[in-house]
Structure formats: C-alpha cells, structure tokens
C-alpha cells in the first residue's frame, strides 16, 4: 500500500493512500463544513422551537414546565427519535454495502442528509417538518457511520490508523473552525432558513464528489446471527461501555451550545467562541494521531480522559466569555489525542475479516442505548432544579466510562464469529 506526504508538507507524517481513502479525507471535510454550517445551531433552533410554546399549558407532577425545559424536552424527542431510527435502518445499510457497493450507499446516505436539511427548512414554517428530519437524520447516521467506518477500515493499514484518524480530524478541525463562525452570522442577518438553503446547495457539491468512490462491495453478506452472537460476547461488551461513555460525551457536546446560548443571548458569540477554539484543537490533531501510532502504553489516553472529565465539572463553576473559551479550547486541545486514541483502538478491532458485521453490531447497541439516554437527558432537565448541572456531571461519567477502552479488544478474539 502507498503512502502520501502531508498535505502541509510536514516530512515526519506519512498517510495511506487509495483513491476512495483520499475521497473518504474530501468527503468528511465537506461534510463536517456542511454540518457545522447548517446544523451547527440546530439544537439551538429546536431549543427555540421549544421554548417559544407557552408553559402555562404544559405541566409536570403539578409544577409548570419553564421554556428552558420545555426547549431541552424538544431537543431531546428530536434526537431520541433521530437514533431509533438510525438503529432500525442499520440492518438495510447492510444489506446495500452488499449488494450494491460503497458508492450507492454513500450517496444514498448523502441523499437522506439533504432531505433532512430540506425538512428544517420547512419547519421554520410548520413544526411537522421536524419530524421528517428527525428521521431523515436518523437514516443518515446509520449509512455514514457504516460506510466510512467501512472506507477506513478496508484501506487504513493497521500500523498508521491514528495517522489516518488523525489527518482526518486535523481536515474536519479546519471546517469546524470556520463553519459555526459563517453560519452565526448568517443566522443573524438571515435567519435560519438561510443557512439551511446554504448548506443544502454544498450537499450538491458533496453528492457529486461522492460518485468518484470505487463502487466497491462488501463480499460477506452480515448475518443477524453473527450479530446477535457478538452481544453476549465479553470484550464486545466491555466495547460498547466505552461506547456509550463516547456518545454521552457527544451529547453533551452537542448540547453545550444551548447553554452558551442562554447564557450569552446570541448564536454569533457562541460561533465566536467555537472557532477559537478548533483553531487550537486543529493545531494538535495530526501530532496526536502520530503518537498514538508509536504509544506503547494507554496512560496518556487514561491522563487525558480523566483531564476531559474534570473539564466538564469545571463548566459548572464558569459564566463569563473569556473563561468559556479558555476551558473549550483546552477540551479540544485534550480531546484530540483522547478520541484519536479511542477512534484508533475501536477500527483496530474492526479490521478483521468481517468489518461490517462488527460495525452494524456497535451501531445497533449505540443508537439503542443513545435513545434511552437522550430519555434520560429529558428527565434531567424536568426533575431537577439546574439541569445543566446534572448534564455536566453525566459528561464526566461519560468520560470516564470511555476509559474502559482496552487496546488488547480484538474482534478476533470473539466467539463464533472469527473466521475459520
């Protein structure tokens, strides 16, 4: 397999390439741009959509339910529903990988992005719409996990995955920088509706790019009875704890723009403070996805997950601007070797002999579990006084259950799945 030089010409880093290897570092680009620009702010929107309903109709064992909580109950049905069905669609993601190849179900998923985007569009006319992207989102989450966690596997050689992941992330840091910044002030001087047109004529660009991946099919058919063998395995187990731990922490990544929101009254400072803050984190992310390459040892992946952890208790005690982007950028700074690491050890247990089988296995379990945690996120914020506290302090755990992690999991190792 060959290698390409880094693009910002820094000798010591090496990549693999493949053409549907560099179109994968494209595509998650334009992507995560599209994403950060057009949906950057969505759980700000749908916090709105909530909060702007009247709370004298909506009550909560005899208690009158405040717009914050109303705002965060919507943000939370949005996204619980966005992963039951991302979890239904998964076994179909499946199937299309082996029928019909990587290029078809890229663009399918691509195609479901778009109509998600159309769908908020019209929902800043009828709240119906929600609903429809809720579900649109959902199906795009299954294919675009499956199929470039399926790209990278396949191509990625096993000795530079976190080079890999980490030019990956270094490319996505660079549109996350940019995107919450462009899209906060289109959101200001156009409204919501204008960076959803925005992102969806990029989507056009990124479908089009997409129909230069190699077509390539998975050759295994997955079988549910593989899967259904890999839930009572141990270290898959052990696997989907630190999982779980991941997405809660996405989760309250995902949710962290809200509470700047409340708390600084405008979307363009919170993008402000978000693209400081990947300046930084993109400045680390190739180093650290060479270094845990050459790491022998995972104490500086348990360092920094207990660093993130103290980070998010940290939150609670922060209320001005300047603090806010202090304690961010030092999240991305930390973050960035913590889930390259994790990133790195989880495809090393997927580049077996049956990828796929292993990735519809993770995301079936996550998107179960995701939904029940974002039922529990809604009850946060209806039983207690702060819910933001209760928030922070499920970040940390998240964190910390991350660290499960052990870089001896091996797919190999399960029983009953490994080739024979």
Known sequence: MG???????????????????????????????????????????????????????????????????????VVALFYGFLRVVAMLATPFVAAMMHKSGNRLATTVGYAFFGIGIVALHLAT??????????????????????????????????????????????????????????????????????????????????????????????????????????????????MMVSSLGRYISDVAVLIWPIYLFVLLGSVDRVGYLYSASFFLAMLVAMVGGAQVDKSKTNKPFLGTGTTLAGLWIARIFILNPLSIAFVDALDRLVSNYHWIYFETTVLKAVKIRKPVTYLVARCLVLSFLAAILWCVVGLLFLILVDGWIGLFVLAAIGVLFSLVLRDNMRYDQLDGIQAK
């Open 125 to 238: 006319q009828r709240m119906f719409f929600l609903s429809v992207a809720s579900v649109a989102f959902g199906v795009f989450t299954a294919f675009n996990y499956i199929t470039e966690s399926t790209i990278l596997a396949e191509n990625a050689h096993k000795a530079n995955i976190g080079k890999d992941i980490g030019l990956s992330r270094f490319l996505m840091q660079m549109a996350n920088m940019v995107a919450p910044l462009l899209g906060g002030l289109m959101i200001v001087y156009s409204g919501y509706q204008s960076v959803f047109l925005g992102g969806l004529l990029l989507l056009v660009g990124l479908l089009i790019l997409s129909q230069n991946l190699s077509g390539r099919r998975v050759t295994k058919q997955v079988l549910m009875a593989d899967v259904f063998e890999l839930f009572k395995n141990r270290p898959f187990q052990q």
């Open 3 to 73: 290698y390409i030089n880094h693009l910002l010409h820094v000798p010591w880093f090496q990549f693999d390439s493949g053409k549907d290897l560099r179109l994968l570092f494209v595509l998650q680009t334009v992507r995560v741009f599209i994403d950060k620009f057009a949906l950057f702010f969505l759980p700000v929107f749908l916090f709105e959509v909530g909060a702007k309903w009247t709370g004298e109709q909506f009550y909560f064992f005899g208690s009158e339910i405040s717009t914050i909580q109303l705002g965060m109950i």
